[in-house]
């Protein structure tokens, strides 16, 4: 049997990168997964996987996160697990940043998990059980990125711990994975600079850049019963970046 056997979840972002190896991960675990995202052509391919559903949304949206927590919770008769995975980044240095950059940035990877939290929480509460999953950055931890990306992660650090706190006692879980630099889409500007890949290379303890599959796999370990006992906690998942 798999870990995730009769489970139902929802990981956004759920078309590429991070969020695809979640979904494929999850479905192999025996889970009904339903893959968010706001690319409508990558949720094409997405739903023609063995129980995958694509479906449309835009994080920062209560509209759409409402519709699709009711869609969900109708057809399946349940939500188990969330993954707010969705987010973006930007390498713009901090004399260049404005209000629309920072209001897109909190928007997107701030409100988005709280906007999933606040529709899928009570649904998960009224059942008293389920896990929700959020995933903020190494740079939430530690003095690095002076700009509205650590900003926006340290929100969802933040969230994170008030959710757990709020929810827990209706049986609902929330915790936190801290990536470090993953080999993904969105860090693919950073693996075209070999000068700059190098660095990050030889800073880290580990030797290496991050996979999508070792966050993939810290997630399924907080989504199943094996973590059943853990709520509030924070994982990060860096190669030792952040130790030093």
């Known amino acids: 049997m798999g870990r995730l056997e009769n489970k139902v979840a929802i990981v956004t972002g759920g078309a590429s990168g991070i969020g695809e190896k979640m979904v494929d991960l999850f479905s192999q675990e025996g889970a009904i997964v339903i893959a968010a995202d706001i690319n409508e052509m990558a949720l094409k391919k997405a739903s023609e996987k063995k129980n995958v559903y694509g479906m449309k949304l835009n ?14 919770n109708t057809r399946f008769g349940k939500i188990d697990i969330l993954v707010n995975n969705a987010g973006i980044s930007s390498e713009k240095p901090f004399q260049e940043i404005g209000l629309e950059d920072w209001d897109k940035m909190l928007s997107i990877n701030g409100y988005g998990p709280f906007a999933g939290i606040k529709h899928i929480a009570p649904l998960m509460a009224a059942r008293h059980q389920g896990s929700i999953i959020n995933i903020s950055s ?8 002076f700009n509205h990306y650590s900003a926006s ?15 827990g006692r209706q049986g609902v879980r929330v915790n936190t994975l801290f990536p470090g630099i993953i080999e993904t889409p969105m860090t693919q500007a ?38 059943s006992y853990i709520t509030g906690a924070e994982l990060v998942i860096d190669g030792g970046f952040s130790a030093q």
């Open 59 to 72: 994080v920062t949206s209560d509209e759409d996160w409402e519709a699709l927590s009711q869609q969900v």
């Open 138 to 145: 190494y740079t939430a931890q530690i003095g690095q990125g």
């Open 153 to 167: 992660k340290g929100a969802v650090r933040a969230l994170s711990k008030a959710a757990a706190t709020t929810f």
């Open 190 to 227: 950073l693996q075209e600079s070999k000068g700059l890949l190098q660095q990050l290379v030889l800073a880290t303890p580990l030797q290496r850049l991050g996979h999508p599959e070792d966050i993939a796999n810290a997630a399924l370990y907080f989504a199943s019963d094996e973590s």
